[in-house]
């Protein structure tokens, strides 16, 4: 049945051109903003996982500063460890020379408290920002440990994050190194062989503070390197989720393109339609 009153046809034609142009709108604005789902109307459960991800993402850039200057701290300490270490080698070098009876022990006795006040100036020096993992005290606030933010730990899509922290303790070469109180003052061959024993307790304790901070310094790097790894995931599921595949975008453009000149074509097929029924009148 032909009305000259309503034209189904071009109803029909209009709404597929209408869906058309919708369809290609978002086709363009897909293309040119990147995104598939950059608003929470383009797809409300997608785009607030990528926004809680985003939130976690800029958490997780915040842990990577604060892991790169705990480092960076224990590396400080840790390079003046093992420069009191060799410090420490040198004057149990002269107290071994001092082990004879033919020497000058006052010479020697002066060397080994320049040497003394070394330790002491580096232990004091080996701060960053404020903290020393060689002192009693890290940063002046009766501090024994070192915390440096390593995680933010999430249980389930709503859970608040939980921050984890990697705990570096002092190895305190301020009251164990206590050199000028504690080493014999060297005046004779028998005062050296006591002063033998001392310096190589206190070796020792330098040794095992020094391999303490290395390994202290290489937990921290890894965690660095992890947490770099994991945002670069986040980041990539994010993209996953929400990013415009250009390509497929591209094709869809084409194809969409292609259906509105169709439809144009179809609406004004429709339109002339009661023009050809006028011919019955005729």
Known sequence: ??????????????????????????????????KKVGTAKDNAAVWAISKTMESDIAGFNAISDSLAVGEATVAVASAGAEQIVDTLTDIKELIVSAQSENVDHAKIQADIDAKIEQVAGIISAAQFNGANLLASDIDGNSTTQLGVLASLDRVGATGTPTPTEILIDTVDFEADLDLASNLTSITDSATAATAMGEIEAFLALAIDGAAQLGSDSARLADQGTFVSNLTDSMKMGVSTMTDTDMEEASARLKALQTQQSLAVQSLSIANSAPETLMQLFR
Do not use: F, H
Request: no cysteine; hydrophobic share 40%.
């Open 1 to 34: 049945m032909t009305s000259i009153l309503t034209n189904n046809g071009a109803m029909v034609a209009l709404q597929t051109l209408q869906s058309v142009n919708d369809s290609l709108t978002d086709a363009q604005n897909e293309i040119s903003t990147g």
